[in-house]
């Protein structure tokens, strides 16, 4: 299915989901400013508080109470795909500051 018409105009169903990786894309910018940021005043405070949370989501996502809807399976991928992103998130930061 092309995005668009023939005429330059976005189709209805392609625009919603289109606005919504914008938004997407505007939440991670925000989030990278503040990460860049606490890395640059408070670097070990900062480092910690993601070993907490990689800690917090392994544990929310090891068990229903996070993804309910998801199997065992699907939790266990989320869990590490979260896992992963965030080591990466860190390791980007301390590349920047």
Do not use: K
Not at 22 to 49: C, I, K, N, Q, S
Not at 61 to 71: M, N, P
Not at 80 to 89: H, R, S
């Amino acid at each position: 299915m092309s995005g668009t018409d023939g005429s330059g105009t976005v189709d209805p169903d392609r625009a919603v989901a289109i606005r919504l990786r914008a938004r997407l894309a505007v939440v991670e910018r925000a989030a990278w400013f503040g990460l860049v940021h606490a890395m640059r005043t408070r670097p070990a405070e900062t480092e910690a508080y993601i070993a907490s949370e990689r800690a917090r989501c392994a544990e929310g996502f090891g068990g229903r109470g996070w993804a309910a809807d998801l199997t065992e399976a699907e939790r266990g991928m989320l869990a590490a795909e979260v896992d992963a992103g965030l080591a990466q998130l860190l390791e980007d930061a301390r590349d920047a500051v």
